[in-house]
């Protein structure tokens, strides 16, 4: 059974800092990782998709990486602004659920941001 | 383009109520997934389709029913709400057969259920 870990649960920073968040994973078949971001009373905005062939992706001021062999995921933010406060989930599609056909994500729980101005 | 469109937001039930959650998508997904989401808990999977008129377990499937008659619409039903059911609830789709490698998953904005 696959299971995915973020710590820290919640995170506050003041403006400008350059941030890591972690994303940790037990199995390392997985076929992609996925970041996603959610507001306070909102759905789920994918950020970016690493496929298990990839390394890196990179989207504006984020970067997420991925380590399948450690089965660990990375969300670097550079220059935080309040505005990225938010709670962002990591998510890992097995390739298992790919030969099932199921293609289903398991979530972490996600870490809480707090960017302060 | 409203992308995954969840009704309805808010609802309160009574313990024994029945309701339907809908969702529609005009992405022309293949697939469409419900999922609950509690605190310190992540999301879980309810149920799944892999197209129109099929559907599959997830992971914590007691106590809901789902259909996808049509392929935009998968709805997700309970027939007897139960307390532990109180949760906010997301509709999810992914894969279009013009994209499938990359096929993010994309959300709608949930529905927040409280039961009695």
């Known amino acids: 059974k696959q299971e995915v870990t973020q710590i820290p649960a919640a995170l506050s920073v003041p403006e400008g800092e350059n941030l890591v968040l972690n994303c940790s994973f037990t199995d390392s078949a997985i076929y992609n990782l996925q970041w996603f971001r959610q507001d306070p009373g909102k759905g789920l905005t994918s950020l970016l998709l690493?496929?298990?062939?990839?390394r890196e992706q990179t989207s504006g001021r984020l970067n997420a990486s991925l380590d399948k062999s450690s089965g660990r995921s990375t969300l670097y933010i550079a220059a935080s602004q309040p505005g990225d406060s938010a709670t962002y989930l990591c998510?890992?599609?097995?390739?298992?659920?790919?030969?099932?056909?199921?293609?289903?994500?398991?979530f972490g729980s996600g870490t809480r941001l707090q960017v302060q101005p | 383009n409203a992308g995954v469109t969840q009704t309805p937001k808010f609802r309160v039930l009574k313990t024994g109520q029945s309701m339907t959650l809908l969702c529609a998508q005009d992405?022309?997904?293949?697939?469409m997934y419900w999922y609950r989401q509690d605190p310190g808990m992540g999301l879980r999977l309810i149920h799944y389709?892999?197209?129109?008129?099929?559907?599959a377990k997830g992971e914590v499937p007691d106590g809901y029913n789902v259909s996808r008659l049509k392929k935009q619409n998968f709805l997700l039903g309970l027939e007897s709400a139960a307390p532990s059911q109180t949760s906010v609830y997301f509709c999810?789709?992914?894969?279009?057969?013009?994209?499938?490698?990359?096929?993010?998953?994309?959300f709608g904005n949930g529905t927040r259920l409280t039961v009695t």
């Open positions: 992405m022309n997904h293949e697939y």
């Open positions: 999810a789709s992914s894969y279009a057969r013009t994209d499938p490698i990359s096929s993010p998953l994309h």
């Open positions: 690493i496929q298990s062939s990839q």
């Open positions: 998510a890992v599609k097995r390739k298992i659920e790919m030969d099932t056909g199921r293609r289903a994500l398991t």
């Open positions: 389709s892999v197209g129109e008129g099929t559907t």
